[in-house]
């Protein structure tokens, strides 16, 4: 089969691709509705499908669609580990849980964020505690969303970002600009003030259905920066560090 067959082009043919490969999969499936504003005709939604043994104390978890548009591939790779057979081949005792478009607004609409504008990376913090400050932001905020974006405005702008490169580094320009923040409802990166919809769901869904779990490996899928097609693991483990 040609492998583009397991990816969409629009969140309703990926949620309709998911939930019957699922099914065919023999997997557990459940549906979380999205009571956000939807585009016509489209009913938003997150899916589960539990694979395996019902209290498996090995489990992988596969998500997808963090920041929504980035769905696209992980919908695709999800249904072609279901359609080809690969999640049938687990180790005994162990079982594999999916989620399928944990941002089911910003898949539906092709943006990276949540129904709020918020960047759902940022949102899993205790939101009881005062919020971490992003002082560089802070200072940069009106050139990363300038009000003006007029060809001069823009290239006013560009200018105050490039000059915090030149002195800071350009690391310390991009870290500024990506590390989440808190003070910004209609700005890049921003963090929400109380827990998504999505981050709610996602924790349901583990209640729910990994509580049995001793062992577990986590996968969350996404799209970004590199060479078309190439793969990149990134994770929090140190160098060296056991995976005990």
């Not at 067959?5 to 019957?20: G, I, L, P, T």
């Not at 992988?60 to 992980?74: A, D, F, K, N, P």
């Not at 600009?177 to 919809?197: E, H, K, M, N, V």
């Amino acid at each position: 089969m040609n492998l583009s067959h397991y990816f969409s082009s629009s969140f309703a043919e990926a949620q309709a691709k998911f939930r019957d490969a699922a099914r065919e999969a023999g997997a557990r499936l459940s549906t979380f509705k999205n009571p956000a504003p939807a585009p016509s005709g489209v009913t938003l939604s997150t899916e589960s499908a539990w694979i395996g043994p019902s209290h498996a104390e090995r489990l992988l978890i596969v998500l997808s669609g963090t920041h929504g548009v980035e769905c696209y591939c992980g919908s695709g790779l999800q249904i072609g580990l279901l359609e080809s057979g690969l999640a049938a081949e687990r180790p005994d005792g162990t079982a594999i849980l999916m989620i399928h478009a944990i941002n089911p607004s910003g898949f539906a609409w092709t943006r990276r964020v949540t129904e709020g504008n918020v960047d759902l990376n940022r949102n899993f913090i205790d939101h009881k505690r005062p919020y971490p400050r992003n002082l560089a932001y802070e200072l940069l905020r009106d050139a990363i969303c300038p009000k003006d974006w007029s060809p001069a405005g823009q290239a006013a702008a560009n200018a105050i970002l490039d000059a915090y490169g030149k002195v800071n580094g350009e690391m310390a320009l991009q870290t500024a600009i990506s590390q989440g923040q808190y003070i910004d409802p209609a700005g890049l990166f921003f963090g929400g003030r109380a827990p998504t919809w999505s981050n709610l769901i996602f924790r349901e869904i583990l209640r729910r259905e990994a509580g049995t779990a001793r062992v577990v490996a986590f996968l969350d899928l996404h799209t970004g920066l590199g060479p078309y097609g190439v793969g990149e693991i990134i994770n929090n483990h140190l160098t060296g560090a056991s995976d005990g």
